[in-house]
């Protein structure tokens, strides 16, 4: 942090205009990394009040927070109780984020208790709620926090899946926090999202997306590929999560960062892919296959690197196809509810091949972009048109991809069954 961010926050009381974000901070070890978001919030001109647990202030100071935020900070109703605090921050907030959340606060806030400011600052709060739980996997597990948890959820508040790694001691699993960085495009889709953000519309769904482009080797150092970044695909997967969802992303070589609250898979082939989307398709509401696979793969692996001879010419490759995957997960369905998407990238006649496209894969959705040199390939924009079964076309104007995921939601979001 340097010291131009901590004055301009120091000095900004909530100005006009500003979205107001509550800053919950539980009694997790994961505490310190609050402070990193609290950061991201300020300098992205958010009006963050920081309402820190007692348990919290073991972690991380009052200090450290106050000064951050340029609020005061404390943890009781008992202070500045002219201005009401217990009932006006929760009121006053446009968007409330607790993270960590430990199992402790998770509990309270599922049970309605309010015996600190933080509590009582969930039950006054009207605004979209996030919690980013934090904590050791037996906790994360045990049928109590998992009840608690669900009971959340079904109230509309959304709860980012822990990623896993490493914990407080030697140990890993689930029940990390996600990166701060992720937390916060968390955050900033909600408040995208205004008012429709309450109800997260994908609670409750569990959805696979595929991502980035799949790579057939040819031997232990080559490869034929494809020039699919993966970045539609993440924000289809990230889109989901900010909309409630359990997400199950599966990324072939994408080299990206994973998103908060998204189960990440990693493949490397056609193959893996297609072994990897059948696995997540079993229990799947809805499954997008935005990842590019890779039509064909040599028919041959060389174990060693392939050399060059002198005088000769190189062997031709000899290739053989793929599994069609859009086709099989469209007509062998894990439950006739299951919505299946599909993405065509097209250089020419854009439509007409979208929609014979969509007629012999028999998926749901298509949605097609024009690709070229400069088109949509590792870009942050998009532009695409998106085709359903029943004839309707849905033209989606050049903007961020993950703008175009959000449209991809809200067409899927009413045929699910
Ligand atoms: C070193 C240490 C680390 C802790 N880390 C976590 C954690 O990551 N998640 C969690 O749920 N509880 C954790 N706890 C336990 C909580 O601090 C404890 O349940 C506390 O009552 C939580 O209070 P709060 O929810 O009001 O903040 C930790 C405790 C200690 C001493």
Redesign the pocket.
Known sequence: MDEATVNDAASGKASAGRPRVVLG??????AYKACELLRRLTESGHDVRVV?????L??VGAATWSALSGHPVSTEVWDDVHEVPHVRIGQQADLVVVA???????A?AAHGLAD?L?TNTLLTARCPVVFA????TE?WEHPATRENVATLRRRGALVIEPASGR??GVDTGK?R?PEPAEIFEVCRRVLARGADAAVADLAGRHVVVSAGGTREPLDPVRYLGNRSSGKQGYALAAVAAARGARVTLIEANTGLPDPAGVDVVRVGTALQLREAVLKAAADADAVVMAAAVADFRPAEYASGKIKKKDGQEPAPVALVRNPDILAEISADRAHPGQVVVGFAAETDDVLANGREKLRRKGCDLLVVNEVGERKTFGSEQNEAVVLTADGGETPVPYGPKEALAEIVWDLVAPQLG
């Open positions: 901070v539980s009694g997790g070890i994961a820190p647990t007692a348990s919290a073991n972690f960590p959340a430990t199992a402790d606060t998770l309270k600190d933080l739980p934090a904590m050791h906790m914990l407080t029940g926090l």
